[in-house]
C-alpha cells in the first residue's frame, strides 16, 4: 500500500516539474526567437519615429509608443536580445571564475582555503548589484559589455562557494579514495568524478544566476551605468516610462511584463533542469 | 616470501594527539591479515597511511614500505603509480564507493582502461566492454550485461559491494585492502561476500589486509591477525592461536564477548 502510493506521489511530482520545465522551457524559447528575430527583422526601425507620441497599445503598435514616438514592441524585442546576451555572457564569466576558484579552494591546503572562503563570504556580503555598480563606476565607462563582465564577476562569487562546499563533499566519498587508490590524478579525479558530480546543482544555480543577472542588467541599465541610449535595454525603457507613468502606465508595464515572464521562464526551466541532469531523479525506463 | 607491504614504527598524529603509535606488522604475498579492534582503534588510519592517503590534517610518522617503496613522506605523484599496481582497496559503505553519476560499467571501464594503459595493452571500447562483464561475472553478479548499464541506486547493497570489489579486482593488485566490507551488509549478504572475497584473493593469489571489528568474520577470512587498541598493537599472531589461547587481557574480553554472543544467540528460542 504505502508503496503504491509513494511511486503516485513521486510520479505527480514529476508530472509537475516536466510541466514546469515544459512552461519554462516555451517562455524562454520564445524570448531566444524573438531576440534572434530581432538581429534580421523588426515591425518597425528602432530608432524611427514611426508613430505619435506615447500611443496606447493599438493594432498598429501593439505594446504603444514611447514618448519619443519609437515602437514599444519593437524596443522590447530589442531588449530581449540584450538580456539574453547579457545573461549568458555574465553566466559564462561568472561560471569559468567560479568553478575555477571554487575547485582551487575545495584542493587548496588549510590556510588558502580559508583565506578564499574568508574573501568568497565578504564579497557575497555585497548585494550583487551594487558589487556590479562599484565595477561599471571604475571601470573606462559604461557599456553593455562593461555591464556583462561586472555582472559575471558579481556572481561568480556565489558560484565559487557553491563549487567549493559540493566539491569538497564529493571529495569526502569513498569512491574518490577508491578512486585514487587505482591511480587516478588528481586533474582525472575533478574530470571524472568532482564535475559530474556537482554539475546537476551547479546548472540549477547557474540558470537562476542567469535570471539574476537579467535582473541586474535591467537595474544597471535604470540607473544609467548599463548599455548606453541607442540599446534599447528593458531597464532603460523602464527608466524612460518613469517621467510619464502616470499619464501612459503602458510604457512601463510593458517592459516590466517582458523582464518578469523572462526570469519566471528561467525559474521554471531551472526547476526541470536538475531532473535532467541528475540521473538518480531520472524518470526508469 | 618478499613482504609486500612493510609497517614499521608507524605513528599517526593529529594537531598534537596521537591517534597511531608504534605500528608494526608486514604483509607477505598471497597472505590474508586481519587488522581487528573497536571502533576508533585506528584499524582505518592505518590503512590510509600504508597507501599514502591519509585525511588533510594528520600526519604519518615511521616507515611504510608498500611494494619496496617508501610511502611515508613521499610525494602524492610518486605514490600514484604505485596505487592500483600494488594495492587496491574496498570501503566498508557500498554506496559511497560508488560515484552515484556513472554507470556500473563505465566505472569498472574506468579502472580496467588505467589498468590496460599502464600495462601498455589494447584499450579499444570492445576489449575493455569484455574486460568488464568478465569481471562482474567473476564477481558473481547476475546478468552481467544489464549491471554494467545500471546506476548504482538501481541494484542492490550486496550489488554494489560486489560491484566495488570488481573496480578493485580490474587494478589487478597484488595486495586487496578489505575496509571493514561486510559490515553495512546483512547476513546473508556478509557470507556472501566474505565467500567470494576468500576465492578471490585464493584465485588470484593476491595478498589480504581484512579490517574489522567482527571476530567470527575475521576469523573466517584471514590466516593471521593484529589486534589494535587506542592505536596500539596489543597482541599479533596466527589467527587460531589468538582466538583460542588469547594472551591479552584485551583480547581475552573480545573473544569472550563474542562468545557470549554466540551463547546467547543459541539460548534464545
Known amino acids: 500500500m504505502t508503496d503504491t502510493s509513494l511511486i503516485v506521489a513521486s510520479s505527480e511530482g514529476r508530472t509537475r516539474r516536466s510541466w514546469a520545465f515544459t512552461a519554462g522551457a516555451v517562455i524562454v524559447g520564445l524570448h531566444l526567437i524573438i531576440g534572434l528575430l530581432t538581429l534580421v527583422w523588426t515591425p518597425y526601425d528602432p530608432a524611427a519615429m514611426s508613430g505619435g507620441r506615447l500611443e496606447t497599445p493599438s493594432f498598429a503598435h501593439w505594446a504603444g509608443t514611447d514618448r519619443l514616438g519609437r515602437d514599444l514592441f519593437t524596443l522590447i524585442m530589442i531588449g530581449s536580445r540584450i538580456a539574453l546576451v547579457v545573461g549568458t555572457g555574465a553566466v559564462i564569466i561568472g561560471a569559468a571564475i567560479g568553478i575555477t576558484i571554487g575547485l582551487i579552494a575545495a584542493f587548496a591546503s588549510k590556510t588558502l582555503d580559508d583565506v578564499l572562503a574568508a574573501g568568497l563570504d565578504i564579497l557575497i556580503a555585497f548585494p550583487t548589484l551594487l558589487l556590479a555598480m562599484l565595477i561599471v563606476a571604475s571601470s573606462d565607462g559604461a557599456s553593455l559589455w562593461t555591464a556583462i563582465v561586472a555582472i559575471g564577476i558579481a556572481n561568480s562569487a556565489i558560484v565559487a562557494r557553491l563549487t567549493r562546499i559540493l566539491a569538497k563533499r564529493v571529495l569526502r566519498m569513498d569512491y574518490i579514495t577508491a578512486s585514487r587508490i587505482s591511480g587516478t590524478s588528481w586533474l582525472g579525479v575533478v574530470a571524472i568524478h568532482i564535475l559530474p558530480n556537482i554539475w546537476p546543482t551547479l546548472l540549477v544555480n547557474l540558470a537562476l544566476q542567469f535570471g539574476l543577472a537579467v535582473i541586474a542588467e535591467a537595474s544597471l541599465s535604470y540607473l544609467g551605468l548599463g548599455a548606453p541610449p541607442p540599446n534599447a535595454s528593458w531597464g532603460r525603457l523602464l527608466q524612460e516610462a518613469q517621467g510619464t507613468v502616470y499619464t501612459a502606465p503602458f510604457g512601463a508595464i510593458a517592459p516590466g511584463i517582458a523582464l518578469v515572464l523572462l526570469v519566471i521562464g528561467i525559474n521554471l526551466l531551472a526547476d526541470g533542469l536538475r531532473d535532467i541532469a541528475d540521473p538518480t531523479r531520472r524518470r526508469r525506463r | ?269
Open chain 2, 1 to 269: 616470501m618478499s613482504s609486500l607491504l612493510s609497517i614499521e614504527g608507524l605513528s599517526i598524529e593529529a594537531g598534537g594527539q596521537t591517534l597511531v603509535s608504534d605500528v608494526s606488522f608486514s604483509v607477505a604475498s598471497g597472505e590474508r591479515l586481519g587488522l581487528i579492534g573497536e571502533s576508533g582503534s585506528g584499524k582505518s588510519l592505518t590503512a590510509l597511511a600504508a597507501i599514502g592517503l591519509l585525511p588533510e590534517g594528520l600526519r604519518a610518522g615511521g616507515s611504510v614500505l608498500l611494494g619496496g617503496r617508501q610511502v611515508v613522506g613521499a610525494r602524492d605523484r610518486d605514490l600514484v603509480p604505485l596505487r592500483g599496481t600494488t594495492v587496491a582497496t574496498v570501503f566498508q559503505e557500498p554506496l559511497t564507493a560508488l560515484d552515484p553519476l556513472m554507470k556500473i560499467g563505465r566505472q569498472v571501464a574506468e579502472a580496467v582502461r588505467r589498468r590496460t594503459r599502464r600495462d601498455g595493452q589494447p584499450s579499444d571500447e570492445r576489449t575493455v566492454t569484455r574486460a568488464v562483464l568478465d569481471l562482474l561475472d567473476q564477481v558473481a553478479l547476475p546478468q552481467p550485461e544489464r549491471i554494467a548499464k545500471s546506476w548504482p541506486h538501481e541494484i542492490s547493497g550486496g550489488q554494489r559491494q560486489r560491484a566495488a570489489i570488481a573496480m578493485a579486482l580490474a587494478c589487478r593488485p597484488e595486495l586487496l585492502i578489505a575496509d571493514e566490507p561486510t559490515t553495512a551488509l546483512d547476513v546473508t549478504t556478509q557470507a556472501e561476500i566474505l565467500d567470494l572475497l576468500g576465492r578471490l584473493v585464493r584465485e588470484r593469489n593476491m595478498a589480504l589486509l581484512f579490517i574489522s571489528h567482527d571476530l567470527p568474520v575475521v576469523a573466517n577470512a584471514v590466516d593471521r591477525v593484529v589486534v589494535l587498541r587506542h592505536g596500539r598493537i596489543v597482541e599479533q599472531g596466527p589467527v587460531g592461536t589468538v582466538f583460542q589461547q588469547p594472551s591479552h587481557d584485551y583480547t581475552q574480553s573480545l573473544v569472550a564477548a563474542a562468545r557470549s554472543f554466540d551463547n546467547a544467540l543459541e539460548i534464545a528460542p
